[in-house]
């Protein structure tokens, strides 16, 4: 995603860490992540997918170009480490592809 913003998205870009310490109850296995780190890397994995969706889309419908825009939005919520509301931006993105607003063909949704 080195044409949208400063640099390449990766687990790790952005903000970083969680809002709270974990406790006995919430802390991970040894080398998994915890669960604002599995949303991080579910926002980073899902806009790499929508970037290179984007890359393949918009030059056979530019009229694709329109959502852009909203892609960039949810790439500086990523960078914020507004996990939470990338994934909300994202699936707005999404929304408005799949309902036709601003393409023919529907994308393959890369989150469940």
Same mark, same amino acid.
């Given at each position: 995603m080195d044409s949208?913003?400063?640099g390449p998205l990766r687990p790790g870009a952005g903000s970083g860490g969680t809002? $709270?310490?974990? /406790?006995?109850a919430t802390t991970p296995d040894p080398g998994s992540p915890g669960p604002? /780190?599995?949303?991080?890397? @579910?926002? #980073?994995?899902?806009l790499q997918q929508l970037y290179?969706?984007?890359q393949a889309t918009v030059p056979q419908?530019?009229? !694709?170009?329109?959502? !852009?825009?909203?892609?960039?939005? $949810? !790439?500086?919520?990523?960078? #914020? /480490?507004?996990h939470e509301a990338c994934v909300a931006?994202?699936?707005s993105v999404l929304d408005s592809?799949? #309902? /036709? @607003?601003?393409?023919? $063909?529907? !994308?393959t949704r890369p989150f469940a």
């Open positions: 949208i913003g400063e809002d $709270a310490a974990p /406790g006995p604002s /780190g599995l949303l991080q890397v @579910h926002c #980073a994995m899902s290179a969706w984007l419908a530019p009229q !694709v170009a329109g959502v !852009v825009p909203l892609v960039v939005r $949810a !790439v500086q919520l990523y960078r #914020a /480490g507004q931006q994202i699936q592809i799949n #309902a /036709g @607003h601003w393409s023919a $063909a529907p !994308v």
